[in-house]
């Protein structure tokens, strides 16, 4: 691990906070940073360190432009707004956050219609499933205009997508006419853990949208990139949306920080992940799954032996200190990140360890 920019334990009220890596506060160096950042009104292009944090991101994701909003869905609903005409079909996975967890924002805002498509457990969408869901011309029809992916797909395990399936995606969009955007929330974690540059992962892609107010530990918002035209468009969808901010170098500055420094550490997240996998699957009563963690993110069920709900027992791990969500009935989620140490890690899996014991 690198011992700088390691992990720490969590501020967060004594509590080790498993729920999401949205929990992750600003770190030391953020906090001066935005104390300090200068500012202008980003609405007439005036704030510098907005601008910074768009052409870092622009570099770094391998696109002429960006625009920095207030959060991840925003991000995702101003890309898709800038495609779609009204009625047209978008392409998306039946687990994806655009697909369930944007409030049907591609119907209700965008005037669109999701055509989803089941998810491989490994995340990908199944190529001959997004060819075979493009619609022939005939004037029954919508008009499939775009196709989405989500890198890394959270609900299927934190998967990362590999850049040969994202270029093979790319190809068939190109190949039927179709717009692509990639949901890349956490990218960087994608491209830690395949050990390949964000800018590969969004190459074949027409925009991409990461979030810094995850893993990145800045505590605001997410940076949609692509090509000038595209961009200008997406402004436009922002504006509607309510989403353009004024001083937001108070906030970009955070972000400044976390592409310049909070990347590569994510390794040592995806380390935790791993440990707490590994702790977790020598408790009776507990089942992975999926068994291989690839990221940041442990998905794992409560065998049936166990008598009580996900939900039943993540009350008693609060009340020992530990913040676990419940995904399901009997599915949990837990989430590493900057504010989880090690030490934390081993603690968390004692006392799923105790609880278990006591109800068994
Ligand atoms: N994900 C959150 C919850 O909304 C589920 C989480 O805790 O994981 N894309 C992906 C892949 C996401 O996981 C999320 C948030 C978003 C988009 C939306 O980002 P925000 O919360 O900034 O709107």
Redesign the pocket.
């Known amino acids: 691990m690198n011992a700088n920019l390691s992990t720490h334990d969590s501020e967060y009220k004594g509590f080790i906070d498993l729920?999401?890596?949205?929990v992750t506060h600003p770190t030391p160096e953020m906090r001066r940073a935005m104390a300090e950042a200068e500012v202008g009104d980003d609405v007439y292009g005036d704030d510098p360190t907005v601008n910074k944090l768009e052409a870092m991101a622009a570099e770094m994701l391998g696109k002429e432009a960006a625009v920095y909003v207030p959060?991840?869905?925003?991000a995702?609903v101003a890309a898709t707004m800038s495609y779609v005409r009204r009625g047209d079909e978008v392409i998306v996975g039946s687990r994806?956050?655009?697909y369930l967890?944007e409030q049907g924002a591609m119907a209700a805002l965008c005037q669109a219609q999701a055509m989803p498509i089941v998810e491989n457990p490994d995340g990908t969408l199944p190529l001959e499933a997004i060819e075979a869901a493009i619609r022939e011309s005939d004037e029954h029809h919508p008009i499939t205009r775009l196709v989405c992916i989500?890198n890394t797909q959270?609900v299927c395990g934190g998967q990362p997508l590999s850049a040969a399936y994202t270029e093979a995606v790319g190809a068939l969009a190109r190949k039927h006419g179709l717009r692509f955007h990639i949901?890349g929330?956490?990218i960087f974690n994608a491209a830690v853990a395949l050990n390949v540059s964000a800018a590969e992962l969004a190459r074949p892609a027409d925009s991409i949208m990461f979030?810094i107010?995850?893993g990145l530990c800045a505590p605001v918002g997410?940076v949609l990139c692509g090509d000038r035209e595209f961009i200008t468009q997406a402004r436009r969808a922002r504006k509607i949306l309510g989403g353009s901010m004024r001083q937001a170098g108070i906030i970009a500055a955070a972000g400044v920080v976390a592409l310049a420094s909070m990347i590569e550490r994510l390794e040592n997240d995806h380390e935790n992940a791993r440990r707490l996998a590994q702790g977790l699957a020598n408790i009776d009563g507990i089942v992975i799954t999926p068994p291989n963690v690839r990221t940041n993110m442990v998905y794992f069920e409560l065998a049936p032996s166990v008598p009580y709900t996900a939900g039943e027992l993540a009350e008693k791990l609060k009340g020992r200190g530990v913040l676990v969500g419940p995904v399901g009935p009997r599915r949990f989620r837990a989430?590493l990140h900057y504010w989880v140490s090690p030490a934390q890690v081993d603690r968390a899996v004692e006392v799923f360890a105790d609880s278990l014991r006591q109800q068994a």
């Open positions: 729920r999401s890596d949205t959060s991840g869905t925003m995702n994806s956050h655009m967890n989500e959270n949901d929330a956490r979030c107010s995850k997410s989430v």
